[in-house]
T-cell receptor, first 114, second 112 residues
Framework: DAMVIQNPRYQVTQFGKPVTLSCSQTLNHNVMYWYQQKSSQAPKLLFHYYDKDFNNEADTPDNFQSRRPNTSFCFLDIRSPGLGDAAMYLC?????????????FGPGTRLTVL | AQSVTQLGSHVSVSEGALVLLRCNYSSSVPPYLFWYVQYPNQGLQLLLKYTSAATLVKGINGFEAEFKKSETSFHLTKPSAHMSDAAEYFCAVKSNDYKLSFGAGTTVTVRA
């Protein structure tokens, strides 16, 4: 089945230690998104790639970076995780053709910062 | 800018009872609306979407939603709740720049 895959599902890191989260997709979608979701809150968009074009949200901290080496993969890098970065990180993809542009989400990576 | 408001952060229903989750939207253009469900420690799963083709939209797991322009609403319903419906539900609207604007979410608990 076509899907969005995130690895790892659970990640523990230490305060200040860089961490990378991975997302891959078999849907061949041209747009990939990264969201941060804290407990009991809605997902918050960090940034997205439309093909190779990177689009950063205005309020996304510089501590968060992203790479998309090819259509299938996208990475989220947190350069110096703080305690406030502990959250669920969700990857989503969409095919931006027409108006609907439905987003499909992966299972998420739960990040714990010690 | 498009936005949605979900009325009620928590809904508790008995097994077999009607599930009704309320969502109102604000949009200056015909909206594209979505309902997603999130189970604990999982991603968001698309339940259904409204794309102006039909006002009554049927989704997965027995859920449906009705688009009412006059009430700017897109409420989600399921005739008979099951224990497996216990989850967080998010209503969302697509903005002009293709981003999703989410509601705050509604947590559903199902009583045996």
């Amino acid at each position: 089945d076509a899907m969005v895959i995130q690895n790892p599902r659970y990640q523990v890191t230490q305060f200040g230690k860089p961490v990378t989260l991975s997302c891959s997709q078999t849907l061949n979608h041209n747009v990939m998104y990264w969201y941060q979701q804290k407990s009991s809150q809605a997902p918050k968009l960090l940034f997205h790639y439309y093909d190779k074009d990177f689009n950063n949200e205005a309020d996304t901290p510089d501590n968060f970076q992203s790479r998309r080496p090819n259509t299938s993969f996208c990475f989220l890098d947190i350069r110096s995780p703080g305690l406030g970065d502990a959250a669920m990180y969700l990857c989503a993809t969409s095919r931006r053709t027409g108006d609907t542009d439905t987003q499909y989400f992966g299972p998420g990576t739960r990040l714990t910062v010690l | 800018a498009q936005s949605v408001t979900q009325l009620g952060s928590h809904v508790s229903v008995s097994e077999g009872a009607l599930v009704l989750l309320r969502c109102n939207y604000s949009s200056s253009v015909p909206p594209y609306l979505f309902w997603y469900v999130q189970y604990p420690n999982q991603g968001l799963q698309l339940l259904l979407k409204y794309t102006s083709a039909a006002t009554l939209v049927k989704g997965i797991n027995g859920f449906e939603a009705e688009f009412k322009k006059s009430e700017t609403s897109f409420h989600l319903t399921k005739p008979s709740a099951h224990m497996s419906d216990a989850a967080e539900y998010f209503c969302a609207v697509k903005s002009n720049d293709y981003k999703l604007s989410f509601g705050a979410g509604t947590t559903v608990t199902v009583r045996a």
